[in-house]
């Protein structure tokens, strides 16, 4: 572990793990002045619909370019910002700036274009979840920018529900009223507890790309060919569609779709990128 962290490195595990504790140390107080200075930005990746390979909408995944260390992925950040509450103002300000964008699509592809409707998909943290102005600060973000709440949807994880009292579904069913969709992040990592999910305002599973992977050789793996049939199944018998995540290659999507997912996101179609990327994509999907 210290090896692949650390490179050609030496190996002495000390300074290793000091190093570590510094940056996270540094990561951690820098993370407050970061957001002032805009070094936030995000990468869209499309979600793209199993049957016809149209677009349907993206998934906003922030990343932060540090003045010294480059482009920090999410894993690196996020968990500090949530351990001192700076995610409630970067959520809002991913939020914002993702429903922002939602809104440039449109007006370039117009409500009617071929691709569908673009939808916006936004990671909520839980601690999101319990602050209480996120539902209001929502409605606001989606309403100066003119985008319909059927325009978004916010990606909650399976392990940040479990044990959930009523107060933290709350603002989950609030949005569901609204016609703001709630998908469940990382479908299957957790607990998954099956019977929790008669209780939540879900439309949506994304099944962990832990179950893709076993599609990536070909014969696919059968367990986990019929763990995501089961899935599936139970899925659409209680109206939820399935996304899944982490599709690298042509032949998962084909076992995917055969399987009956509805929408699917990963490397065989794109990584994650600028928003313009999507213009492109949308484009040649719409026309084509
Ligand atoms: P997630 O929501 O499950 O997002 C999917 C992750 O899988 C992304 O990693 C994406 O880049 C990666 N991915 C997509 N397709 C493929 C593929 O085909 N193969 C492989 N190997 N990976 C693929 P990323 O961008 O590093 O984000 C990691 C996590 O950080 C996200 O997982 C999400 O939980 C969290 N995150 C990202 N943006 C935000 C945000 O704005 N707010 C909050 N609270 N969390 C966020
Ligand atoms: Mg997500
Ligand atoms: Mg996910
Ligand atoms: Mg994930």
Redesign the pocket.
């Known amino acids: 572990r210290a090896k692949s962290a650390g490179g050609n490195r030496s190996e002495l595990a000390d300074p290793e793990a000091d190093a570590r504790a510094i940056t996270r140390h540094g990561l951690t107080t820098a993370l407050p002045t970061a957001l002032e200075r805009g070094e936030f930005f ?2 869209y ?1 499309p979600l793209v619909h199993l049957g016809d390979g149209s677009v349907r909408g993206a ?5 932060w370019l540090h003045p010294q260390h480059g482009v920090l ?3 690196r950040f ?1 968990p500090l ?2 351990h001192t509450g700076l ?1 409630v103002p ?2 809002r300000w ?1 939020l914002e700036e993702s429903i922002r964008q939602a809104r440039a699509w449109r007006e370039r592809h117009g409500e009617d274009a071929a691709a569908g409707p673009l939808r916006i998909n ?4 839980p601690c ?1 979840l319990s602050h209480p102005g996120l539902v209001q600060d929502t409605v606001d973000i989606l309403e100066r920018a003119g985008v319909a709440p059927d325009a978004l949807c916010l ?1 909650v ?1 399976e392990s940040a529900l479990i044990g959930a009292d009523d107060d933290l579904l709350k603002p989950l069913h609030r949005f569901a009223e609204m016609g703001v969709d709630i998908a469940l ?2 479908f299957g990592t957790g607990y998954s507890n099956l019977a929790n999910l008669r209780r939540l305002p879900v439309r949506i599973l ?1 099944l ?2 832990s179950f893709t992977r076993g599609m990536q050789q070909f014969p696919a793996d059968p367990v986990d060919l019929k763990i995501v049939e089961g899935i599936v199944s139970l899925a659409h018998s209680l109206d939820l569609a399935v996304t899944v ?4 290659t042509g032949a998962q999507a084909e076992q995917l779709r055969i399987l009956g997912c509805d929408t699917a ?4 179609y794109a ?2 990128g600028p928003p313009e990327r999507l213009h492109d994509l949308a484009l040649v999907d719409a026309t084509g």
């Open positions: 995000i990468e990746q998934e906003a995944l922030v990343r992925g999410p894993d996020i910002a949530e995610i970067l959520g991913v936004v990671n909520l943290s999101q990606e994880t992040d990382d994304k962990d790309r995540e982490g599709v690298e996101q990963g490397w065989y990584r994650p």
